[in-house]
């Protein structure tokens, strides 16, 4: 199907934060995961790892970046790219929700710094 209809709500919520799956393979894509992910301003940082590259880019509002031992901040239009392996930790900079658009190659899993690897289901 070349048009696959956005959903009418979050499909999943993790505490204060959304994350609505727009182009998965339960959803019809077959090679990329992309959703949208929406965090409630002063939700601290989920530090984590992956086995693929990810590429985020920021909507609305202002987010506190950690990408291994660099900090910067990114704001509206602005892409994080993190590569596989890395250490990230992203959380909404000020007092208005963080909104991002994700995307990583089907298959892709997250890795915690307690050693749990798990597919995203918002990915699956």
Excluded: K, N, Y
Excluded at 61 to 70: I, Q
């Amino acid at each position: 199907m070349p048009v696959i209809p956005a959903p009418a709500a979050p499909t999943h919520e993790l505490g204060p934060t959304r994350f609505t799956s727009l182009a998965t393979p339960s959803r019809g894509s077959t090679a990329s995961a992309v959703w949208q992910v929406e965090i409630a301003p002063g939700t601290p940082p989920t530090p984590h790892s992956l086995t693929s590259e990810e590429v985020f880019v920021v909507l609305d509002g202002m987010a506190t970046v950690r990408l291994g031992d660099d900090d910067a901040t990114a704001g509206p239009g602005d892409a994080i790219a993190v590569p596989a392996g890395v250490r990230v930790a992203i959380a909404p900079a000020g007092d208005t929700a963080l909104r991002m658009l994700c995307c990583m190659p089907v298959g892709g899993q997250a890795c915690t710094d307690d050693g749990a690897v798990f597919t995203p289901p918002w990915a699956e």
